[in-house]
């Protein structure tokens, strides 16, 4: 019981935190295959040097895709209407040079290295279909494209491991809608009222428990806002593996506990009095206790963060000078923000510090609910990075920044405002002595941090991330879950599984993890 409270507390915990101190002070001995900075003072780098990190613009990503159409001999379909059997752009992301590279251009004099973009593109109207990445270049204008699929992974991608598009989802609420669900009409109305709009439908992942499976469980919802927070009890099991939309089918029901091998089996034993059925009341359009509805008014406006002189940090291009610091960043489609080159006082201390994945882990006694084990970087963590609001995601005074991104489509789109940079006072002093011992001084220093922060949202969940850089030395990385949590029906002994978060929803037990990359070059660099 109270490993389970402990568990669960950890689970809808606001903060995991990672910190990481980077000792700039101890220059000791150093592993044989690391070198020294080189001589030449990194403060004298490349004006615009930051742009060697830079995500793709606009303009570069419709050039990439004018390339591709052109170029691969085949017709592309845009994701956004494919089906599994179309060729279609998986998404187009820049391709960041290697890092001997970038080094040899940013502290040796070499030359710029070659500009160009990664492009992942399903091949689904082929005999053997597969996934293929491109890497395409020069850019602005590309002229030339490589095969490095096999280079990079070791083996060809087989088309089944492709995540799942937004038109699939589209089309497999469609079958449901369409097809499935109408085999079990009276069941539908009876419990549901189902009107064919009244149920929202969720995915889960993986999609099965071996190669080649795509499987997927989908748990039905009452259609209100915060969704996640109103399941109904039903879920289905959709195969949805077949090229061919016709041959997708659902082999599992499940209801309040009880498998079925279909929906009309679920019919039949529902007229013949066999189903339990719990009924659950309507919820109001807004949700109810899931409603995002702010339950009373503030009494008073909150209070601001005020910069007497403006900002004390700057952004050029993709860069940030704050103080001591200046770093590059930028936003991969899949792993969301990524920081390069992270000087202190014109010292190169972080090559690279960039998220990875975000992984949940879930217990239930629902079929969705137990197998999910999400790993967010496959549905995107940069693309759903969405527009930060003033004075409630950052602070009102913040620099809000766009993201352009190129996903399951041929035309780029922009995430406004999706990062944002400010400077934090930590409100309690970096160091202070008020001393009444032999002579009277005070001596304080305030202490705050500059922030770089986006905010994923990933289904029911919003992911905070931050990179705060103080004025110690110290590199701080931090994220913040909030959002919805996913739910299970509750039924039988789901109380082994979670807790009752409403009438009839389980918050099921789970466990979040974060990756970062972080690639530290304090006191020099090591290869390989
Ligand atoms: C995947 O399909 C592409 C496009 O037809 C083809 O060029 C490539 O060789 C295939 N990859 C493998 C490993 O078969
Ligand atoms: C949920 O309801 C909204 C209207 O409130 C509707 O636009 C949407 O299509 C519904 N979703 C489903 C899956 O039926
Ligand atoms: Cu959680």
Not at 234 to 240: M, R, S
Not at 460 to 467: E, G, L, R
Request: glycine share 8%; hydrophobic share 35%.
């Amino acid at each position: 019981m109270n490993l389970k409270i402990v568990l669960i507390l950890l689970a809808l915990a606001l903060a995991t935190v990672l910190a990481l101190i980077c000792v700039l002070l101890t220059r000791g001995e150093k592993p044989t295959n690391c070198k020294s900075q080189p001589l030449r003072s990194q403060k004298e780098k490349p004006r615009g040097f930051s742009l060697v990190f830079a995500d793709l613009t606009p303009e570069e990503m419709v050039q990439v895709v004018k390339y591709l159409q052109e170029n691969l001999g085949v017709p592309l379909v845009d994701a956004s209407q494919a089906n599994p059997s179309d060729n279609c752009i998986y998404y187009i992301d820049v391709q960041l040079p290697a890092k001997a590279e970038v080094l040899q251009f940013l502290d040796q004099g070499g030359g710029h290295p070659p500009r160009q973009a990664l492009a992942v593109v399903y091949f689904g109207n082929q005999p053997d279909p597969n996934i293929t990445e491109y890497v395409v270049g020069p850019l602005p204008i590309p002229t030339t494209h490589r095969d490095v699929t096999l280079e990079k992974y070791g083996e060809k991608l087989p088309y089944y491991r492709r995540p799942v598009l937004a038109v699939e989802y589209k089309q497999i609420a469609g079958l449901l809608r369409e097809t499935v669900f109408p085999m079990a009409p009276t069941f539908m109305s009876q419990t549901f009222n189902y009107d064919r709009t009244n149920l929202a439908v969720m995915t889960s992942a993986p999609r099965g428990f071996q190669s080649t499976d795509r499987n997927t469980w989908f748990v039905l919802f009452q259609n209100v806002s915060g969704f996640f927070l109103h399941p109904v009890g039903l879920e289905v099991l959709v195969d949805h593996s077949s090229l061919d939309l016709s041959q997708w089918r659902v082999s599992k029901v499940f209801y309040n506990g009880q498998y079925y091998g279909d929906m009309a089996q679920l019919e039949n034993e529902f007229k013949q009095g066999h189903v339990t059925v719990d009924k659950i009341q309507q919820a109001p359009l807004d949700g109810g206790f899931s409603s995002m509805r702010p339950r009373a008014a503030p009494a008073a406006p909150f209070p601001l963060q005020y910069e007497p002189h403006g900002p004390r940090y700057h952004i050029e291009n993709n860069e940030v000078i704050y103080q001591a610091w200046s770093f590059a960043f930028g936003m991969s489609v899949n792993t969301g923000m990524r920081l390069f080159d992270i000087r202190f006082k014109g010292e190169r201390i972080v090559y690279e510090i960039s998220v990875q994945e975000a992984m949940s882990i879930y217990g239930s006694n629902c079929p969705g609910g137990m197998t999910i084990r999400y790993m967010d970087g496959s549905f995107g963590i940069g693309r759903f990075s969405f527009p930060l609001v003033q004075g409630v995601d950052c602070p009102y005074s913040a620099t809000y920044l766009d993201v352009p991104y190129l996903v399951q489509s041929q035309t780029p789109s922009i995430n406004k405002n999706s990062l944002c940079v400010f400077e934090l006072n930590s409100k309690s002093p970096l160091r202070r002595h008020y001393s009444n011992l032999q002579s009277m001084y005070y001596g304080g220093l305030t202490n705050s941090a500059l922030v770089i922060r986006s905010i994923a949202t990933v289904g029911n969940y919003d992911y905070v991330w931050d990179f705060l850089f103080y004025q110690n030395g110290a590199i701080e990385a931090k994220v913040q879950a909030t959002g919805y949590m996913s739910s299970s029906f509750l039924y039988g002994d789901g109380l082994e599984y979670g807790h009752r978060v409403g009438e009839h929803t389980l918050g099921t037990l789970h466990t979040h993890s974060m990756n970062y990359k972080v690639d530290l070059d304090v006191g020099g660099m090591c290869l390989g």
